[in-house]
Nanobody, 115 residues
Framework: QVHLVESGGGLVQPGGSLRLSCAASESIDNYYSMDWYRQAPGKQREWVSQINRGGITDYADAVKGRFTISRDDAKMTMFLQMNSLKPEDTAVYYC?????????WGQGTQVTVSS
């Protein structure tokens, strides 16, 4: 069982930045992709960004140009650099690791953008 642990969330003012991390409990060589999702209060969980095994990245339109996904394979850690944050970015952010054994989810980290 792979465990994912997110960190880096917190309270930030509009226009500010945060960097989220997602660390896996073990190294996995044959995963398909790593994704970030978020869920705002009263809303469904939505996809935010993906980095696949080949390093190709993709972003939801709502965050394109403001968020950057990256990873460190040696540390089996994924990152989400979030700049120019807006109040509508407020949500619990989750990481997901897709593998041949199935998807694994982290427990989430709260991001609150407010003045």
């Amino acid at each position: 069982q792979v465990h994912l642990v997110e960190s880096g969330g917190g309270l930030v003012q509009p226009g500010g930045s945060l960097r989220l991390s997602c660390a896996a409990s073990e190294s996995i060589d044959n995963y398909y992709s790593m994704d970030w999702y978020r869920q705002a209060p009263g809303k469904q969980r939505e996809w935010v960004s993906q980095i696949n095994r080949g390093g190709i990245t993709d972003y939801a339109d709502a965050v394109k140009g403001r968020f950057t996904i990256s990873r460190d394979d040696a540390k089996m850690t994924m990152f989400l650099q979030m700049n120019s944050l807006k109040p509508e970015d407020t949500a619990v952010y989750y990481c997901k690791l897709s593998t041949p054994r199935g998807p694994y989810w982290g427990q989430g980290t709260q991001v609150t953008v407010s003045s």
